[in-house]
């Protein structure tokens, strides 16, 4: 419990030094790590995004591995985007922006949510409901916000 607290701790304080204005994860004008959303609904696992299928949404770009996701992604981007911008759903749900990994990936009633890392995620899935309302109450105040 304790390494989780600590870790719980350190994404408080690197929180900071990822801070973003956009509401979408974004490094370089790329969302979420060029990682293609489409993918975690048809393939169920994580697939690095191609530069060559890329879609410009909410002023960043959106990588995809096939010109089928990309076209999928295109026709109805709610549906396959991660929810709070692909920031971290925990993070989001205590009131701050925080980076996320793609390897902490869930989908619940057909949403893809992300979280900082796996501990998080442990912490995530414990009360899942009660955090995703709380999340969803911080978004619009946050989702704009440094």
Not at 72 to 90: H, R, T, V
Not at 105 to 127: A, M, P, Q, S
Request: with cysteine.
């Amino acid at each position: 419990m304790k390494k989780v607290l600590s870790l719980v701790v350190v994404m408080f304080v690197l929180n900071d030094s990822f801070a973003q204005i956009s509401p979408v994860f974004e490094t370089s004008g790329i969302a979420v790590n060029g990682y293609d959303m489409v993918a975690f609904f048809t393939d169920s696992t994580p697939v690095k995004g191609n530069k060559y299928f890329s879609y410009q949404w909410k002023g960043v770009f959106w990588l995809f591995a096939t010109k089928q996701h990309l076209n999928l992604f295109s026709e109805d981007p709610g549906k396959y985007a991660p929810q709070f911008g692909g920031y971290c759903a925990y993070g989001m749900s205590e009131g701050h922006k925080a980076p996320t990994q793609v390897d902490t990936w869930t989908i619940i009633d057909g949403k893809l949510y992300f979280n900082y890392n796996k501990d998080v995620k442990e912490l995530w899935n414990k009360h899942t409901a009660e955090k995703i309302q709380k999340a969803e109450e911080n978004w619009p105040i946050l989702k704009a916000k440094e």
